[in-house]
């Protein structure tokens, strides 16, 4: 009885042999696709992972919320650990909690955005998304046709009643009778490349999360990777993630990007200060999202698109106090939630100042 | 000898024993084998972004292939269900051949799904107790629950009618009480994965084409469709290579279900294309992008109008006697492309086109990559493969040629199981 005991561990020590040899071959070819990478021709093969036995500890670890502090105090320090090396500078992986009494809110002026992509580019610089191969953006703007959303303007005075008994008021045929309507998004431009902005016969709309209160993808998600936190910010631990994606299949905004590859982040672009749930560097095969700055945000600084957008119309507070800006805009501006048709309850907040 | 080792030894060395057909069959499974571990290869050590999925489509053709493995594991059943039920004698003694079916493409379905998954090496997170399973919020979580049951139940059944037949006790009074439960509950839980999957669909309101309460109908009539039709090739092929006897009424049998199936599906389809066309508004933007294209993108036109004309064209030809009676030519090419219809069905019309537009009003188009397709055929491979050994095996208990030295003579009647 012992006896096969014994071996029955011996036989899992192997296997665990094993899977350390693999995870350091795997480990070795993401970090030869890293150094590929031009930006980062310097650094050396030894961006790989330093320590295997981190790997496997990464491997064996549990939902980073249903942790004991002292877990907690280990998988942090074995980031920071691993972060450290295959960046070459010192990084930070923090666990601040959310402030109590808080619910993160966001609201955006479509009158007075230009669509400068400021936000898009600061939000990829803070959140060390993908560089290139692709490029991973959390924000989308979207430049749409002013006054005609969803119908051919050119089409309007095309088109003729369909005659009949009834004489000329028949149904409309030609024209924009036989287009499918009711899609808002329509015509809307997600890939300009302008010189200049804004450009006048259009306006623009930057879509991210909407951190909804009713969030489809936490209910989407099948291990629970995904799930709101007490300030009303959508969380994701990248670590127990499983990449099957059905919370990107769910949510009605197009918020989430997927890891389709190794994130290709130069070690020079990385930024060091991260947060667990945040910033910190992402691995092949997992989702992620805009956290409103979760490395930021609790620490009662400001989102990086807000700071960056050169017109102020983005604005961002905390909807429990009266007094906060976002607050103000709901009181005093004309707001409207995007696709509220969806019951979601984003506490992202569009308004025209 | 222990008994259950003869019984392995003897079901293997039948199953991999067969003429010259047989073994370039499995050669040529092998050669998909053999590429599809390269290309696997290369997913995994690569990630997904060796496909052709991008964050605007993000279901890609594994997820496709698995619903489709889904329909015909889930139509299994439908040969063991007239057996049970009606008392069919002809069809109860081939149940068995049901249960192979439904185990193995319930299997290849979960292979599509860690195909699927970015991080294949996180499954245990799902695992209750283990990991965590967010039960009952998820769609996917129920899934997994009854996939992982359903393969159970069928493997449950199968290896205790095979061992049974093989020692020669298989006969009605003899069986293990829980034996007939678990039969039964096999074929309840048949329709269930197959609602439950469509309900994983269903359950995200953003995609218009899916939001539809025709979607569990639609798959359990393609289910309908595509697995009898299967079932019928693998009987005509069985009965014409093998000793195993199989009338034509239980042919015809399968026969009638693929064609009222297949009746339903247009009924189905026509409500689909009724409701969202007539009033043309925002959820027929997917249907209208699949079956005319948009603005110069119109990679799945053809497809959709060549797989509702296949379908539509075999759901007529089935309506005529005699194509329903010509077993030796018209019937097993209906069959051939009702199942690869639905196949194509799949991701063509199914899934690829449901994501154009994206809620951000962007138009994509799925391209396959070749790693991707040689993927999708390495599990196909590895699932026809275990279909080919195990029902080779199973037609040798089923014969009698494959018995246990202590199991009585055969007699005339309890040849193909002694009912």
Redesign the interface.
């Known amino acids: 009885m012992s006896e096969g005991k014994t071996e029955g561990l011996k036989e899992a020590n192997d296997a665990l042999q094993g899977r350390r040899e693999f995870l350091k071959n795997?480990c070795v070819?993401s970090a030869a696709?890293l150094v590929a990478a031009p930006a980062s021709t310097g650094a050396a093969a030894e961006t790989a992972n330093p320590d295997a036995d981190v790997t496997v500890s990464e491997?064996f670890q549990?939902?980073f919320l249903?942790m004991s502090d002292e877990e907690k105090k280990q998988a942090i320090a074995r980031l920071e650990k691993r972060y450290s090396a295959q960046y070459r500078k010192k990084t930070t992986v923090s666990n601040v909690e959310a402030p109590d009494g808080v619910l993160f809110g966001y609201a955006l002026d479509i009158s007075k955005c230009i669509g400068c992509r400021r936000c898009v580019h600061a939000c990829v610089k803070e959140n060390n998304q993908s560089r290139h191969d692709p490029e991973v953006q959390w924000i989308?703007v979207?430049k749409m046709p002013k006054g005609n959303i969803a119908f051919t303007a050119e089409n309007l005075d095309k088109g003729y009643p369909e005659k009949s008994e009834f004489g000329d008021y028949g149904v409309q045929v030609g024209g924009n009778a036989?287009?499918?309507?009711?899609?808002?998004?329509?015509?809307?431009q997600?890939y300009y490349n302008d010189e200049l902005v804004p450009d006048r016969d259009f306006f623009y709309m930057p879509?991210q999360c909407q951190q909804c209160e009713k969030p489809?993808c936490v209910?989407?998600?099948?291990?629970?990777?995904t799930f709101r936190d007490h300030a009303g910010v959508v969380l994701i631990d990248y670590n127990?993630?499983?990449?099957?994606?059905?919370c990107?299949?769910?949510?009605?905004?197009?918020a989430?990007?997927?890891?389709?590859?190794?994130p290709k982040l130069p070690a020079e672009e990385m930024n060091p200060k991260t947060h667990y749930f945040g910033n910190r560097p992402r691995m092949?095969?997992?989702?992620e999202k805009c956290t409103f700055c979760v490395q930021r945000t609790r620490e009662g600084r400001n989102p990086a698109c807000m700071e960056v957008c050169p017109v102020g119309a983005r604005k961002f507070g905390n909807l429990l106090d009266p007094e906060s800006d976002v607050r103000r805009v709901l009181a005093t501006k004309r707001v409207f939630r995007f696709?509220e048709e969806?019951g979601t309850y984003p506490k992202f907040f569009y308004y025209i100042g | 000898m222990n008994t259950v080792l003869c019984f392995a030894r003897d079901f293997g060395s039948y199953a991999i024993k067969g003429g010259k057909m047989y073994y370039s069959w499995l050669l040529f499974l092998g050669f998909f084998i053999l590429v599809g571990s390269y290309t696997a290869y290369i997913q995994f050590?690569?990630?997904?972004?060796?496909i052709g999925?991008?964050?605007?489509v993000?279901?890609e053709s594994f997820f496709a292939n698995f619903v489709f493995t889904a329909h015909v594991a889930a139509a299994a059943v439908l040969v063991v269900a007239p057996g049970y039920f009606y008392h069919r004698k002809d069809l109860k003694e081939l149940a068995v051949m049901g249960e192979i079916i439904a185990m193995v493409f319930v299997a290849t379905g979960i292979t599509f799904i860690l195909f699927?998954?970015?991080?294949p090496?996180?499954?245990w997170?799902?695992v209750p107790f283990i990991?965590?399973?967010?039960f009952p919020?998820?769609?996917?979580?129920f899934d997994?629950i009854v996939l992982n049951v359903y393969l159970f139940l069928n493997m449950i059944g199968v290896s205790y009618i095979l061992f049974k037949k093989y020692v020669g006790t298989f006969h009605e009074k003899q069986l293990a009480t829980w034996f007939k439960p678990i039969v039964f509950l096999a074929i309840a839980w048949g329709p269930l994965i197959h609602i439950i999957t469509a309900f994983?669909l269903a359950?995200?309101?953003?995609?218009g084409m899916w939001a539809t309460a025709v979607l569990p109908f639609a798959f359990l009539s393609m289910a309908g469709a595509s697995g009898p039709a299967l079932v019928v090739l693998i009987f005509l092929l069985a009965r014409k290579f093998t000793d195993l006897e199989i009338g034509n009424p239980a042919i015809d049998l399968m026969t009638d279900i693929i064609a009222w199936s297949l009746g339903i599906l247009m009924l189905v389809f026509a409500s689909e294309f009724f409701t969202l066309l007539y009033p043309?508004?925002?959820h027929?933007?997917s249907l209208?992008y699949n079956m005319f294209g948009h603005k110069g993108l119109n990679h799945y036109v053809p497809w959709f109008w060549g797989t509702i004309i296949a379908l539509a064209s075999c759901f007529i030809a089935l309506l005529f006697r005699r194509v329903r009676h010509s077993y030796h030519r018209w019937l097993p090419l209906v069959c051939f492309v009702v199942f690869f219809a639905v196949l194509i069905e799949k991701p063509m019309i199914l899934i690829f086109p449901s994501f154009s537009?994206?809620?951000?009003?962007?138009y994509t188009e799925y391209h396959v990559t070749l790693v991707e397709l040689f993927n999708v055929l390495f599990v196909w491979a590895l699932g026809f493969f275990w279909l080919t050994v195990i029902l080779k095996g199973a037609i040798g208990i089923l014969t009698g040629e494959v018995r246990h030295h202590s199991a009585p003579a055969v007699s005339p009647d309890g040849m193909r199981g002694g009912m």
């Open positions: 795997v070819s696709a491997f549990g939902h249903l989308q979207m036989y287009k499918t309507a009711g899609l808002s998004t329509e015509d809307a997600n879509v489809p209910k989407a998600c099948p291990v629970r990777a127990w993630c499983i990449g099957c994606r059905m990107q299949l769910a949510c009605p905004y197009h989430r990007r997927f890891n389709w590859g190794e092949r095969g997992v989702m696709k969806f | 050590t690569e990630g997904l972004i060796v999925a991008t964050d605007q993000t279901l699927h998954m970015g991080r090496d996180r499954t997170h799902i990991g965590h399973m967010n919020n998820s769609m996917l979580s997994t994983v359950s995200n309101a953003r995609v043309s508004a925002e027929a933007n209208v537009p994206s809620p951000l009003g962007e």
